[in-house]
């Protein structure tokens, strides 16, 4: 983009060389881009041409035979005007590093930038044009710097999301396999038979998480992935699947009951559906200390509605609590909360020293049903 910005603005006024000198908002250091007839070179370095141009000038474009002898400059501003430099009309290091003699200044200013370009020898001088072509290069860094920051913010949301799966699957399997394997060292000495039984448990678990691993990895690979034929996801399978561990792992009952829902709601938001079931089931074994759980899960017009019921102790504050007032608290289960507002739900948290009532709705953005 610097490259061809300066390129152009050369052709445009039929300059040979052009100096780019330019610092990002935000951004400790200067960056200095040299053209010279198609070759050209970049640096980014600490030392800074401060000014790069008189205080007189700031803000407007300007042409002078001379940039370090205090001769007459002709400013573009409202008016063109001579007027008198005392002194270099240009920072003297950066005027003699590139031997500026005539040359022509466009003030460029964004909300991402702050720079001049110095046009070196140019054959044609004209202050409309330099209106325009100061605009068209301030315009095109904002655009670009504009998509950097959306490019990173979308890497930053990407990320969060795989935190978040991580913690909800990976993590939590990982925990329950670790507990385990603390209860099949009293086993060995017990009952040998068992012991057994529970590791190679341990090992069908193990080779699931492997394979789940495996599909993130998968998805993170950057450039072209290699075509697979990807299964179904099987909302319902998985959440079996996922109570069965439970109850290998923590020893919950787990009760699922699913109603029939539209095949589209189940194909779009099952994954995420499923990691919300898991992070709340995981919390009831984990810190409720819950033996049983009823799910429920169904749609009702434009809605997705989880309900997760346990007989735990429940959150240690008692009471009922949207999302907003949990957070709010700083208290409650962040990684769901994050998990439920990253899709625009909401969630209602009835604690109670009979256990904890979670009351989960999700937008659909169509009717569930016709």
Known sequence: MIREAIARSCS???AQRAVLVWEESDEPWQ?????NEGSESSERTGLRYDPVADPRVDGLHFHTPDAVAAEQVVSFGTDCYPT????????????LRFEMRPILSLALAGDSLDGRLFLLNPARIDRFLAEIVASTI???FDQYFSMQRARTAAVSEKMLQVARDLHDGLLQSFTGIVLQLEN???MLEEDREQARKVITQIQAMLM????????YLEKLRPGPRVRRIEERFNFRERVDELARRLHEQWGIETTIEIEPMNRVISESLGWETYRII????????????ASRVIVRVGSDGDSLRIVVVDNGNGLPMKGRYNLIELSARKQGPAVLGERIASLNGDAILDSTEAGLRLEITLPLGWKGYA
Do not use: M, Y
């Open 12 to 14: 445009i006024f039929g």
């Open 208 to 215: 699931a998480d492997q394979r789940e691993l495996r599909s």
């Open 184 to 186: 099949v060292h009293e």
């Open 278 to 289: 898991s992070e709340a089931l995981n919390n009831s074994a984990k810190h409720g200390e």
């Open 84 to 95: 008198q430099i005392d002194g270099p009309v240009v920072h003297p290091d950066l005027a």
């Open 31 to 35: 960056h200095v881009d040299f053209w």
């Open 138 to 140: 301030s315009s095109r």
